[in-house]
């Protein structure tokens, strides 16, 4: 088999198209590479599904922990706590569990019933966690830069009679995002690297349909030579970092376009690794 | 463990609860918590030190030490942690044994052949013959210091930015007063930079709580494992038969790490607090305005 048709039967492997088999002997390099490249898809999937779903229950959630209200306040709080407070890993195993849980007929509601049974698979329940806990970190994140808003800004809105929503949209919003943005980045980079605990923590691969790592793992326990499957997991890795810190930095420079050059925040990295 | 439990079957209610959680298999669980302690109590001190050797040699005015150092901060932070963790343990392991392999086999070859990993049976770690203790001792040896060399990295990176933060006129004075460069480190750079490492580091040390169900995925017979295999259903087969209840026991783990996070703020601020005591910056005048 040449490199080429390695690529046409494996590319989308993970994704169930192309060579249902995975290679069991004379492993190369080239089907490494294609395989765990097609893995990289589903890191994807969930990076960005979760990133762009929780960044508005994230904003919700740390408006709400800024209410003065407790009755808003504290779910926020209690929430915040929980999602940061404990491993992701053990939050895959617990909704693993619980998802299981539901009953396996589906749920009737008003009459229609609700199938259950894709909720335990990983595209779905697995996102489900990503999305609460990156929700929760950014969260965090946002109501930081809330807290940082400069005095004077709020102040000299309410002067020109700026209240309410109108406040919130033309004043608080921007100057949140932009302080918020740098470390937002390193949330989005780290929850790119979560991604991999995925399908080694209680969601098992659908038809051997697994991310980068799972199929690295497929490798090095085949092959028992963890030299070549790992650091070809690393460099993707490092592909996808410096992807999204370049996407990032776009955003980033255009939160500070008002801005001289010389107060623009810039990005840093911030080690936020495991969760 | 009590004479009451010798018929489990026979008993129901209170007493069968207190049976089946105090069955052989519970007080292994029970234990696996400790083994995660000692994980957090071994790794902690060794990823310091890592770390401080690390900072300490970036900062090297030789420029290979320097880049050895930077390199090592640096190599963690694009690459998730996991992908480390199921390298090093197998390459820690492959390296080991084909040391040894070279030192102790009659004629060694080189050990990657084909689809396996051979060394002659006397230079495997542990021997074959002997007991799984010594397999889980050395599992766990391993473990650590994989944790140790990832969050070693992790903590050059905190020490490095925090010897960077020490006020340069401090450092140029004690020069002017005569001291080493030596001197200067030791007396001067070393105990001022603390105050600037204890937020990175409390959060260092957050995440490396967070990371210790890993040891899981390290094969290490730890607490997710034992929540696994007691919370599975048990048939009728079994001493004390019950459906799954996987979902109570990861429950049970939750709790006790948003316990262990919760206390280790708590502790982590009044440290802080007292590192702050007296010190020439903002923390510090929060402090003594609070006092006043």
């Known amino acids: 088999m040449t490199c080429w048709e390695t690529v046409q039967a494996y590319a989308f492997r993970s994704l169930g198209f192309g060579e249902n088999l995975l290679p069991r002997s004379d492993f190369t390099l080239c089907q490494q590479i294609t395989l765990i490249g097609s893995g990289m898809l589903w890191n994807i999937y969930f990076g960005v599904l979760a990133l762009a779903f929780g960044f508005f229950l994230a904003v919700a959630v740390a408006l709400a922990k800024s209410s003065p209200r407790a009755l808003v306040r504290k779910p926020a709080e209690w929430f915040v706590f929980l999602f940061r407070g404990s491993p ?31 909720t335990t698979r990983a595209w779905a329940g697995a996102l489900l966690v990503l999305f609460l806990n990156t929700s929760a970190y950014a969260a965090e994140i946002f109501h930081g830069a809330l807290k940082s808003i400069p005095k004077g800004d709020l102040e000299a809105a309410e002067a020109y009679g700026i209240t309410g929503w109108q406040k919130f949209r ?47 793992n497929y490798f090095a326990d085949k092959t028992f030579n963890p030299f070549v499957p ?10 996808l970092t410096l992807l999204v810190t370049w996407i990032f930095a776009v955003v980033n420079r255009r939160l500070n376009r008002h801005l001289p050059s010389n107060v623009k925040s810039r990005i840093r990295l911030r080690p936020q690794l495991i969760r | ?41 071994l790794t902690a001190p060794a990823a310091l030190a890592m770390g401080f050797a690390g900072a300490t040699a970036a900062r090297s005015r030789l420029l290979p030490v320097s880049l050895l150092g930077k390199g090592y901060a640096a190599i963690v932070r694009g690459v998730p942690d996991i992908v480390f963790f199921l390298f090093f343990v197998i ?54 210091f994989t944790f140790a060399l990832v969050f070693g990295a992790f903590a050059a990176n905190v020490l490095y930015g925090a010897m960077n933060a020490v006020p340069r006129a401090q450092l140029e004075t004690a020069e002017a007063y005569g001291m080493s460069h030596g ?94 005591h007296g010190q020439a910056t903002a923390g510090g005048e929060a402090l003594r305005k609070a006092a006043a």
């Open chain 1, 88 to 118: 992701l890993f053990i939050q895959f195993f617990l909704a693993y569990e619980a998802l299981q849980m539901l009953p396996k007929a589906g749920i009737n509601i008003l009459g229609i019933t609700v199938e259950t049974a894709w």
């Open chain 1, 170 to 216: 033309r004043i608080q919003w921007p100057t949140m995002l932009r302080l918020a943005w740098p470390a937002y980045t390193n949330e989005a980079i780290f929850l790119f690297h979560a991604t991999t605990l995925v399908f080694f923590s209680g969601f098992p691969a659908f038809r051997q349909m697994g991310d980068a790592l799972y199929y690295a």
């Open chain 1, 230 to 239: 790992y650091p070809i997991v690393a460099v993707y890795f490092i592909l």
């Open chain 2, 1 to 41: 463990m009590f004479a009451s439990c010798a018929d489990p079957k026979s008993i129901e209610g209170l007493t069968w609860a207190m049976c089946y959680l105090t069955s052989g298999k519970h007080l292994d669980f029970y234990w696996s918590f400790l083994t995660v302690l000692l994980l957090l109590a």
């Open chain 2, 91 to 144: 390459a820690l392991d492959q390296g080991l044994e084909y040391l040894k392999s070279l030192a102790v086999c009659e004629n060694p070859v080189w050990p990657w052949q084909g689809l396996e990993f051979r060394v002659c049976p006397e230079a495997k770690i542990p021997l074959g013959k002997s007991s799984a203790f010594w397999h889980q001792a050395y599992g766990f040896a391993l473990a650590v």
């Open chain 2, 183 to 276: 001197q200067v480190f030791r007396r001067i750079l070393v105990p001022q930079m603390w105050v600037y490492a204890l937020p990175g580091l409390s959060n260092l040390w957050m995440i490396l709580i967070k990371a210790t169900p890993l040891l899981f995925l390290l094969g290490v017979k730890d607490i997710v494992y034992w929540a696994r295999e007691l919370g599975g259903s048990k048939t009728q087969a079994y001493e004390y038969p019950h459906p799954d209840w996987r979902l109570w026991y990861f429950l049970g783990l939750l709790v006790f790490y948003l316990l262990f996070t919760k206390v280790s703020e708590i502790v982590l601020a009044r440290i802080s607090a007292r590192l702050n």
